[in-house]
């Protein structure tokens, strides 16, 4: 079911690190990024695909993890991403893709929680991250997709009336995703 697999593709910032993603699986989730619907059909994105322990390590440091989590660093030694997806806009084809990348990364994250693993958009770079790769002029990064075997359980919340739309952490470290009700996002019907 389609509903399933939505409510299944949540942000994970905890993973099982040391079990590997193989390069071809990383190529299929690019691949049905590339699918997705594109402005003017120009697909100014690409993909670097990194699943070696060096370039992660160089990587890691880079990322803003969960800035609700104000106690939170971010993910310790053992669950960090097993691997990453950075997204790239390519400047000669386009000055701006966000309507690209949030349909090329759903799609990306829908096929890896099919596959059992999750995923984390992060958008909040360090601007030193660029130098970590070997990039021409006209690649831009714009947001990374950190990917792993989930080691955390992230339940959806629908919000409640005077309830916060932040993402929280209850005492056994299960991650809460408030969702404003259906019923307050429809603002207007015409049946
Ligand atoms: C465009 C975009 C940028 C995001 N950037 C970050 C980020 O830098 N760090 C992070 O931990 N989460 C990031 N997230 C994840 C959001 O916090 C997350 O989508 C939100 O809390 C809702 O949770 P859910 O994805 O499970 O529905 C980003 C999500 C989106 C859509």
């Not at 699943?51 to 989590?69: E, S």
Request: hydrophobic share 40%; proline share 6%.
């Amino acid at each position: 079911m389609l509903y399933d697999l939505i409510s299944k593709t949540r942000s994970f910032r905890r993973f099982v690190e040391d079990e590997p993603i193989a390069m071809e699986t990383l190529r299929y989730l690019v691949d049905l990024a590339r699918l997705g619907g594109s402005a003017r059909n120009l697909q100014p994105l690409k993909y670097v695909l990194v699943n070696t322990p060096a370039l992660k390590a160089k990587i890691f440091p880079h990322l803003g993890w969960a800035g609700y989590l104000k106690e939170w660093t971010g993910p310790q030694e053992g669950e960090r991403p097993a691997a990453y997806i950075v997204c790239l806009l390519d400047t000669r084809l386009s000055k701006e893709a966000d309507c690209d990348l949030g349909i090329a990364t759903q799609n990306l994250l829908l096929g890896a929680a099919e596959k059992g693993l999750g995923g984390c958009r992060i958008a909040s770079l360090a601007p030193g991250l660029r130098d970590v790769f070997d990039l021409d002029d006209h690649l831009q990064v714009l947001q990374v997709i950190a990917l792993g075997r989930p080691a955390e359980t992230v339940f959806l919340n629908e919000q409640g009336p005077g309830e916060d739309i932040k993402y929280w952490r209850d005492t056994d470290q299960i991650h809460h995703v408030p969702k404003r009700p259906l019923q307050e996002i429809i603002a207007g019907e015409h049946d």
